[in-house]
């Protein structure tokens, strides 16, 4: 039409010959419609000819059917034919009578053939003996068999012919009347509703004919070729109609009269929803347009669904509503003229998109969803699509206007080397992404509808931080910033060293007494779920996963490196002899601790819990995109912290050894002259003493550590210390002295049994029964204490008898040293 016109009306002068090229138009259609109305009748011609040949083929199965009666009957009579032949007799008189009341189409086997094969069967069949019948029945079976999946075809294409027929008749039928200006838009939404039914009997049908002929694929694949060509029409013209009747009732509002001031108002009492200010023939007709393009929505999911059969069809599955993305595209549009004037103040920007949100929300719900409803169009909320469209808006626009010149600002800066106000504006808009999104959030919520994911498992793009999907590098950049950012609040607490004697308050944990963690740990923790909090609403769990180790693992690792830091200098000064050294090792146990209590209460949140599964070889790959690697998958469950967790266990483990250590050595060197002194245990004690003067010391000493230990670490980290340095006395006593090749005469088995009460004393301040930590010496005391007939009759009975008498920790090899030293008087 374009080209007609621009070869018809080339200047001013042709357009007063408009009135005869309108006349030649007309002319021309005139004889277009009578050519139609020529091939209707050529088509009922051939149509009736048809019919009339169809009836004389039924006829002559008619004849062979009777035939092959008289033939089934007399080869029962006749004893000569086996039964075997009988049963192939009735099954071809079965196969001929289910089929010769079918119609067939002789478009796709010439005439000639069926004529052949019927005067065959009627000429042949009586003269056929029993031997001839037995050869000549399975290949005919095969061949009518063969004849019967071709009339199946047929009809099948022919069914298929003519609803394309009708559909492209349909199409062609809204088109004219498109360019009529005299056709009505009733009529036009007729015709269209008309087209959508015989697509819907269509796809159907070719639903079952994939189900029950897979084979027929070729056919199949025509019909949807010739389908798409008639979409490729149907949908833009539904569209286009769709748009028109938009604008017809004043869609999108006006949003002149929108100032910054206002955009905190509840309502826009100014601007009236025109989806509800509509009545009467205009609200019919939108209403109707709007369920045809639901209908033809669901439609094409169910085409789809079909094609992908198979394959990971859910992926292509979901697409946004069409009839709800016609009405947030020219509210964009209309925004995104006043975005232009606040590039400098985003902050207008989100208020006025959450603003429209919110107004136009209710009536999703109110008008289009019982559309939608009824269009059957299913797993679709308006009220979701609407704010689901409207944030992607948003993200679109701020993805392709805002973080660009934040991005060329940052890397200016990095050229020149000059601090700009980059990174700061960049943590804005992150602010200002948060906020908004936590503001939808509860427009979801409100409807009853869970933030829901798509059929592929993705969650819907309800959220503007979306932006960072198709774009990783700028969360990398992103999580490098907020890195930045918080190391520069960090240092400068974790150089406070206040911050590392005063104790934590107000801790996380329930039973941070237990503790003793200092305050710099709860400033470090406070830092990172101010992190953690900042990507939460990040729309994927590899998004939340890489932003998380990009960001909160280099904390972690650098509060972990500064504990390490303050022990090795603490450890290098005094060798951990001095109190001092060992209250500053003990407050940096106590933060590790209480780190690692910390994180493994994280990682059993669901949130953390999603992120245990994402643990591919780079952050944020997730272990179905590592899928082909050979790490079995059981290992992905320990959670997304695990390395720190064990980095801070390994650290807890080295430095309570280290401690035990040093107050072990420490003990040693003050009761070396107790252990070398050897006569001791042949006399009596001194007049007034009922322990050793030279144990003295080393006791006072253990119990002057131990107190400052008790005092400084937290429960658990001491519980492990005073029982290594329980095992550690025994080991040194049980060693020193009752290995030694010591003489034990009564009395310095009274003496060293004094001592040992003694050193129990120091550890019965934490346990019930301290001996229980002592295993060696305890049990050497009880066979020092054994009259001599029964520790020789423990020695003979062997390690069954020792059993017996209480002597579990001791082997043979020992008791009997033991007994060798053992000196009786009596």
């Known amino acids: 039409v374009s080209s007609a016109l621009n070869a018809k009306l080339g200047t001013n002068h042709d357009l007063t010959q408009a009135p005869s090229i309108v006349a030649e138009f007309l002319t021309q259609c005139d004889d277009l419609e009578r050519n139609l109305v020529h091939l209707n009748r050529t088509l009922e011609s051939n149509l009736a000819s048809y019919a009339s040949f169809s009836n004389r083929i039924g006829h002559l199965f008619g004849i062979v059917n009777s035939k092959l009666t008289d033939l089934g009957s007399s080869v029962c009579l006749r004893s000569s034919v086996s039964g075997s032949h009988q049963c192939k007799v009735s099954i071809l008189i079965l196969i001929f009578?289910?089929?010769?009341?079918?119609?067939?189409?002789?478009?796709?086997?010439?005439?000639?053939?069926?004529?052949?094969?019927?005067?065959?069967?009627?000429?042949?069949?009586?003269?056929?003996?029993?031997?001839?019948?037995?050869?000549?029945?399975?290949?005919?079976?095969?061949?009518?068999?063969?004849?019967?999946?071709?009339?199946?075809?047929?009809?099948?294409?022919?069914?298929?012919?003519?609803?394309?027929?009708?559909?492209?008749?349909?199409?062609?039928?809204?088109?004219?009347?498109?360019?009529?200006?005299?056709?009505?838009?009733?009529?036009?939404?007729?015709?269209?509703?008309?087209?959508?039914?015989?697509?819907?009997?269509?796809?159907?049908?070719?639903?079952?004919?994939?189900?029950?002929?897979?084979?027929?694929?070729?056919?199949?694949?025509?019909?949807?070729?010739?389908?798409?060509?008639?979409?490729?029409i149907l949908r833009p013209q539904a569209i286009a109609d769709h748009r028109a009747l938009l604008t017809s009732f004043g869609w999108p509002p006006s949003l002149s009269n929108l100032t910054?001031?206002?955009?905190?108002?509840?309502?826009?009492?100014?601007?009236?929803?025109?989806?509800?200010?509509?009545?009467?023939?205009?609200?019919?007709?939108?209403?109707?347009?709007?369920?045809?393009?639901?209908?033809?929505?669901?439609?094409?999911?169910?085409?789809?669904?079909?094609?992908?059969?198979?394959?990971?069809?859910?992926?292509?599955?979901?697409?946004?509503?069409?009839?709800?993305?016609?009405?947030?595209?020219?509210?964009?549009?209309?925004?995104?003229?006043?975005?232009?004037?606040?590039?400098?103040?985003?902050?207008?920007?989100?208020?006025?998109?959450?603003?429209?949100?919110?107004?136009?929300?209710?009536?999703m719900d109110e008008l289009l969803q019982p559309l939608v409803d009824e269009a059957m169009l299913t797993g679709y909320s308006c009220k979701e699509e609407w704010i689901s469209a409207m944030v992607t808006s948003l993200s679109t626009y701020l993805a392709k206007e805002i973080f660009p010149i934040y991005i060329g600002q940052l890397e200016e800066e990095s050229v020149t080397g000059i601090r700009s106000q980059a990174r700061t504006s960049w943590l804005h808009l992150i602010d200002l992404m948060v906020s908004f999104d936590n503001r939808i959030k509860p427009l979801v919520e409100q409807s009853g509808i869970l933030l829901s994911l798509l059929e592929d498992g993705t969650p819907r793009k309800i959220s503007s931080l979306s932006v960072f999907c198709d774009r990783p590098?700028?969360?990398?950049?992103?999580?490098?910033?907020?890195?930045?950012?918080?190391?520069?609040?960090?240092?400068?607490?974790?150089?406070?060293?206040?911050?590392?004697?005063?104790?934590?308050?107000?801790?996380?944990?329930?039973?941070?007494?237990?503790?003793?963690?200092?305050?710099?740990?709860?400033?470090?923790?406070?830092?990172?779920?101010?992190?953690?909090?900042?990507?939460?609403?990040?729309p994927t769990v590899s998004l939340r996963s890489r932003f998380l180790r990009l960001t909160s693992t280099p904390v972690i690792n650098f509060f972990l490196d500064c504990l390490l830091l303050r022990c090795q200098e603490a450890e290098g000064l005094t060798a951990l002899t001095d109190d001092d050294a060992l209250i500053k090792v003990s407050n940096s146990v106590n933060a590790a601790h209480y780190s690692e209590s910390i994180l493994k209460e994280w990682c059993e949140d669901v949130f953390f819990l999603e992120m245990g599964l994402d643990q591919g070889e780079h952050p944020g790959e997730s272990v179905a995109e590592n899928s082909g690697s050979e790490v079995p998958i059981e290992e992905y469950g320990n959670g997304i912290f695990h390395e720190e967790i064990v980095k801070f266990e390994d650290f807890r483990t080295q430095w309570v050894e280290k401690i035990t250590m040093v107050i072990l050595r420490g003990f040693d060197a003050r009761c070396r002259d107790y252990i070398k002194n050897r006569r001791q245990?042949?006399?009596?004690?001194?007049?007034?003493?009922?322990?050793?003067?030279?144990?003295?010391?080393?006791?006072?000493?253990?119990?002057?550590?131990?107190?400052?230990?008790?005092?400084?670490?937290?429960?658990?980290?001491?519980?492990?210390?005073?029982?290594?340095?329980?095992?550690?006395?025994?080991?040194?006593?049980?060693?020193?002295?009752?290995?030694?090749?010591?003489?034990?005469?009564?009395?310095?088995?009274?003496?060293?049994?004094?001592?040992?009460?003694?050193?129990?004393?120091?550890?019965?301040?934490?346990?019930?029964?301290p001996e229980g930590f002592f295993p060696k010496v305890s049990e050497s005391l009880k066979l020092l204490k054994m009259e001599k007939d029964q520790l020789e009759d423990s020695l003979k009975g062997g390690q069954k008898r020792m059993k017996e008498n209480g002597i579990r920790h001791l082997s043979v090899a020992e008791v009997e040293k033991i007994e060798k030293n053992r000196v009786y008087t009596k």
């Open 97 to 232: 009578s289910s089929s010769s009341s079918s119609s067939f189409v002789f478009e796709f086997v010439h005439e000639e053939h069926w004529f052949y094969l019927i005067l065959f069967l009627c000429g042949n069949f009586c003269v056929i003996d029993g031997e001839g019948l037995g050869e000549e029945l399975p290949s005919l079976a095969k061949e009518v068999a063969r004849v019967e999946a071709v009339r199946a075809y047929a009809e099948v294409a022919s069914k298929l012919d003519n609803l394309i027929g009708d559909i492209e008749d349909a199409v062609s039928s809204t088109m004219n009347k498109n360019l009529r200006k005299d056709s009505s838009a009733q009529n036009s939404e007729e015709t269209r509703m008309v087209a959508i039914k015989t697509l819907k009997v269509t796809e159907d049908l070719l639903t079952s004919v994939m189900k029950a002929r897979p084979q027929w694929a070729r056919l199949v694949s025509a019909v949807d070729h010739r389908v798409d060509r008639a979409l490729a």
């Open 260 to 363: 910054s001031s206002s955009l905190d108002a509840r309502k826009s009492s100014e601007v009236p929803n025109p989806l509800f200010t509509m009545h009467g023939d205009l609200k019919r007709r939108y209403c109707e347009n709007f369920f045809a393009l639901c209908r033809l929505q669901e439609l094409q999911r169910q085409r789809k669904s079909r094609q992908l059969e198979g394959h990971n069809r859910e992926v292509a599955l979901h697409q946004p509503l069409w009839a709800i993305e016609e009405l947030v595209i020219p509210v964009s549009v209309a925004c995104q003229r006043h975005f232009s004037k606040w590039i400098d103040k985003p902050e207008f920007i989100f208020a006025l998109v959450y603003k429209i949100t919110r107004d136009y929300v209710d009536s």
């Open 473 to 538: 590098d700028w969360l990398d950049m992103w999580a490098e910033i907020e890195l930045d950012d918080a190391m520069e609040k960090l240092k400068p607490e974790i150089d406070e060293e206040r911050n590392w004697t005063k104790k934590v308050q107000g801790a996380d944990l329930s039973n941070s007494d237990d503790y003793k963690s200092p305050a710099v740990s709860s400033i470090t923790f406070t830092c990172l779920s101010s992190l953690i909090e900042r990507c939460r609403l990040l």
């Open 681 to 769: 245990w042949q006399e009596k004690s001194e007049d007034g003493w009922t322990v050793s003067q030279t144990l003295i010391g080393a006791l006072d000493y253990l119990q002057a550590k131990m107190a400052v230990i008790e005092e400084n670490l937290n429960r658990v980290d001491f519980a492990g210390i005073w029982r290594s340095l329980a095992a550690g006395v025994d080991k040194l006593i049980f060693n020193g002295i009752l290995m030694s090749n010591v003489k034990f005469h009564e009395e310095g088995v009274e003496r060293f049994g004094y001592d040992v009460e003694v050193v129990w004393g120091v550890f019965r301040a934490w346990c019930l029964r």
